[in-house]
């Protein structure tokens, strides 16, 4: 029987791996065998095997929401761009979906992606383009309401070009942040992965707009090689937000 994630962080120290090292295969790209050399050896990687998440990036999610603690019991999530579900299975315990915190209120979890994701115990997954016009309506009639958080570990295909890559991100980011808009709830947390490169300016002052206040993290689970970040914005201003003071 597979072991069910906790939705609880762990350290993992204490234990000592050894390093296994990929031969080069014919047909095989030494980038692609570096690269799964990579991911064997990745303590992240190796972690979630253990405990039965679908990817390393559950664990982003996990300690973003142990600094910020905006996954907590009761609350409505929507999981833009879920697959694997890594994300889902890290919200489903901390919101409470499926009650089995008695005593604390029973949140709602829904993932929705291009394409069709393995069910998940306790969330609600729909096959879902989040840039269609009535994509707010249906996640709205999905949740019964509003949403108190939308987040999103979404990144746009690579191209190969860093500079290209990250402006895609970018308005992916943005794309998400206008649909986080439409759906959440005053007071509400706006949580995205982004890539550094000088092109998110207007994506932060976007959203030091209609939230109270933006953080940007890089989370220990993020490889240090990488570019990527995270922006974390809460307090959501609702629909009309306050004047921007410069102008």
């Known amino acids: 029987m597979a072991k069910q994630p906790s939705g609880k962080s762990s350290s993992g120290r204490g234990q000592r791996e050894l390093r296994t090292k990929v031969k080069t295969a014919r047909g095989r790209k030494l980038s692609s065998t570096l690269w799964l050399e990579r991911q064997l050896n990745d303590p992240y990687v190796q972690r979630a095997k253990r405990e039965g998440y679908r990817g390393r990036a559950a664990y982003k999610i996990l300690e973003l929401d142990d600094r910020f603690r905006f996954l907590v019991p009761g609350a409505r999530v929507v999981d833009l761009g879920c697959a694997p579900g890594g994300w889902c299975q890290v919200a489903v315990p901390r919101i409470n979906a499926l ?14 992606d291009l394409q069709e994701v393995e069910p998940i115990a306790g969330a609600e997954l729909h096959v879902l383009d989040f840039m269609e016009d009535d994509a707010d309506v249906k996640v709205k009639a999905w949740l019964g309401g509003r949403a108190d958080v939308v987040m999103s570990d979404m990144a746009a295909s690579a191209s190969g070009h860093k500079q290209t890559d990250h402006i895609r991100i970018v308005a992916l980011c943005e794309a998400a942040a ?35 206040k933006v953080s940007n993290v890089k989370p220990p689970a993020s490889r240090a090689d990488s570019s990527e970040k995270f922006v974390v914005a809460t307090g959501f201003r609702g629909l009309d937000p306050a004047p921007d003071p410069a102008g």
């Open 178 to 212: 206008q649909l986080a808009f439409d759906v959440l709830e005053p007071g509400g947390t706006f949580v995205a992965k982004v890539l550094a490169g000088g092109a998110e300016g207007s994506l932060q002052h976007l959203l030091k707009q209609r939230f109270e």
């Open 99 to 112: 009650g089995e915190k008695s005593g604390k209120a029973i949140g709602r979890i829904i993932g929705v």
